[in-house]
């Protein structure tokens, strides 16, 4: 009999191990913390093509070293839905309008450097550290809109998700000549806490991680910010120091987007939670009979 405990036990513990684990893309919900809902069936958040990045240090026209850890600050407002639509979005606040942005502060190791010749070269990196903050944003929060230009507005409203980076990822960046290139990133975040369900909630369960991916280029074109993260919240600690961009900095414009997952069982997973339930009811039918 402790033995045949030992197996229950051990399938339900793998089932909901893998539970826990276990990804699924979600449908979001977006409302206005007060019981309103301002869009529902997102699949997707479009972000603003003229997203701003930074890499401290980065030495415009420098080729980067392999083994090297680039500090990576972004921003961004969030200008669309896959899915539905919401006409608030980035109204202005005096008419009920409302925003959500996302910041992230990323160090990225560079994992290759490809020397072409005249200066070009492709390199390649991996995630290391960092997270992102999703902020609400709407007159009863009290913050600023958005403006890529100055920078402000962007860490200003109510943090309603934080997420840590998973290690790994990827992003690549081909540079031609010296001051101009294009590049992509696709990376991955866990939750840390919880994300506020009166402002995002998904009925596939809980939010457990924000997918990002994006387009970059260099030079900036309509992405020239002059500093990063340049507000205080006014319901949270300044989780993000405003930095000012200076001139051993490159400036990027980042073009991204966010998917998010829920902790939904797999098909695998039911099949070891049945195994364990299927036994405990057999265990209690062996003791009624005995």
């Known amino acids: 009999m402790i033995r045949c405990n030992k197996l229950v036990q051990g399938l339900l513990a793998a089932g909901l191990a893998t539970a826990l684990s276990s990804g699924a893309f979600a449908s979001i919900t977006v409302k206005d913390g007060v019981g309103g ?33 680039q ?17 608030g979005l980035n109204n202005s606040f005096a008419s009920g309008g409302y925003e959500l942005t996302l910041v992230a502060h990323l160090q990225l190791k560079v994992t290759s450097v490809n020397m072409l010749g005249g200066g070009a070269f492709v390199a390649t990196f991996s995630a290391v550290a960092g997270n992102a903050g999703l902020y609400f944003d709407n007159t009863a929060q009290g913050g600023m809109k958005s403006d890529t230009a100055s920078g402000n507005g962007f860490d200003d409203g109510r943090l309603i998700g934080m997420f840590n980076v998973l290690p790994g990822g990827v992003s690549a960046f081909y ?3 010296p001051g101009t290139g294009i590049g992509t990133a696709a990376f991955d975040f866990q939750t840390v806490g919880m994300v506020d369900s009166n402002y995002l909630s998904s009925t596939t369960g809980a939010i457990t991680g924000i997918n990002f991916t994006s387009n970059q280029s260099l030079p900036p074109g309509t992405s020239l910010a002059t500093s990063f993260h340049n507000n205080t919240p006014n319901n949270w600690s300044d989780l993000y120091p405003t930095y000012v961009v200076g001139q051993n900095d490159v400036l990027l414009k980042v073009d991204g987007s966010n998917t998010f997952t829920t902790a939904v069982p797999e098909p695998s997973t039911y099949s070891l939670l ?6 405990l009811g057999f265990l209690a039918r062996r003791r009624r009979a005995d």
């Open 37 to 69: 809902t301002l869009a529902s069936g997102v699949t997707e958040f479009d972000e603003n093509s003229a997203g701003s990045g930074v890499i401290i240090g980065g030495g415009p026209g420098t080729p980067p070293v392999v083994g090297q850890i």
């Open 71 to 87: 500090d990576l600050l972004y921003q961004s407002n969030v200008v669309g839905f896959t899915g539905s639509s919401s006409s």
């Open 175 to 177: 540079s031609p000549n």
């Open 274 to 279: 049945l195994a364990g339930i299927g036994a």
